[in-house]
């Protein structure tokens, strides 16, 4: 009964443990994700607050580096 219930105990851990690395990734993944979205609400906040004229102005100097 003891080497049983170890065994089991040893494959409950080892599915979890793989489970775990399982949710890191896609932590990581997520927090990507999220960061690209935040500046996407940025983007957008200065299109609120300023104009569609100055928002333009702003990413084509961001991105294009006129």
Sequence with gaps: MTEDT???IAVHEAVCAERY???EKSFI????R???IEYLL???IVC???G???AGE?????????
């Design 6 to 8: 170890t065994t089991k």
């Design 21 to 23: 690395a399982a949710i």
């Design 29 to 32: 993944s997520g927090d990507k």
């Design 34 to 36: 999220m960061t690209r």
């Design 42 to 44: 940025y983007i957008m």
């Design 48 to 50: 609120v607050l300023f």
């Design 52 to 54: 569609p004229g100055v």
């Design 58 to 66: 702003l990413i084509k100097t961001i991105f294009l580096g006129l």
